[in-house]
């Protein structure tokens, strides 16, 4: 297994970022992120008034591919999630969907022990690591880490998590993957502009895919099969989410349009990501055992 530490990072996905490693088709990769402060709020004391912000959101890689070409699938099996026993999470006036109740920033360090976050008053919640970032090279220009978009990103999803795995549309020669911006915990949204933000390191299976196509990204657990796309509105998102799930049953199952519809009404779930990045990030979630008696995998 190859691992590629923390200080090999970009903070942009783009076609012409050297590669850090070149791997081959079906490698496993042990990736090791900073969180998204790039761990400079580690310390009782440190502000978001010291942080350097044109350190936000580092991805660890990105890995070439061996034979991954444009128009192919990158498979991303999360095979694990490891974090650090500490995280972080930050309010202020300057993100989140609640800015404009804070004058002023507040920092809490957040304790994560034996697979609790302990947050604060006694309040604890369950940890459930998960990647934010988790990207491909785009087409076209470069794209800031923390920017999602078709090439994955900075999706923000929680089912995003070990044992999922990320299908994700290839761009560029050798895909270009890389990784961060690790949560211990996070609801749908990430409100405040963080989750319970975390350093840790993450064990991927990178498969390439020539049977499927796919316009946005794709995020498969044991449960689930759910279409994830980004826009400048959240309206616009979950319209594209349901398109892309539709094309999906329509293409992959057979489906008629009608069909399509009616499972999806009767069964399937739009759901939110998160409202906080430049984009939003909306999901269309399908349970895989419905799906079991048309005899063939969604994905």
């Not at 304790?111 to 970032?133: F, K, N, S």
């Amino acid at each position: 297994m190859i691992s590629i530490p923390k200080d090999r990072h970009v903070f942009a996905l783009a076609a012409d970022a050297p590669p850090v490693v070149r791997v081959p088709d079906g490698a496993v990769v042990e990736l090791e992120p900073a969180d998204c402060f790039s761990d400079q709020v580690r310390r009782p004391g440190d502000t978001l008034g010291s942080v350097d912000w044109e350190q936000i959101n580092p991805a660890t890689g990105p890995v070439y591919v061996e034979g991954a070409r444009p128009g192919d699938v990158l498979a991303v099996h999360i095979e694990r999630i490891e974090i650090d026993r500490q995280g972080v999470m930050a309010v202020s006036d300057g993100f989140g969907v609640l800015a404009e109740r804070f004058t002023q920033t507040e920092e809490r360090l957040v304790p994560v022990v034996d697979g609790v976050v302990r947050l604060a008053d006694g309040v604890e919640v369950p940890a459930r690591p998960m990647i934010g970032v988790l990207g491909v090279a785009p087409s076209g220009e470069a794209v800031p880490t923390g920017t999602p978009g078709s090439h994955g990103g900075n999706l923000d999803t929680v089912l995003v998590c070990e044992g999922a795995t990320v299908y994700l549309p290839v761009s560029a020669p050798g895909a270009l993957l890389a990784a961060g911006d690790l949560h211990a915990a996070m609801g749908d949204g990430e409100i405040c502009g963080t989750g319970v933000e975390v350093a840790g390191r993450v064990t991927l299976r990178l498969t390439t895919r020539r049977d499927l196509r796919i316009v946005n990204p794709i995020v498969e657990t044991p449960e689930v099969v759910a279409t994830v796309a980004s826009a400048e509105t959240l309206d616009e998102a979950t319209t594209l989410a349901t398109r892309d799930m539709a094309d999906l049953l329509m293409g992959r199952l057979g489906l008629t349009a009608a069909a399509a519809t009616m499972l999806m009404s009767a069964a399937g779930d739009l759901r939110v990501s998160q409202v906080v990045d430049p984009l939003k990030t909306a999901r269309f979630t399908l349970a895989k055992d419905l799906l079991a008696p048309y005899g063939r995998p969604l994905v």
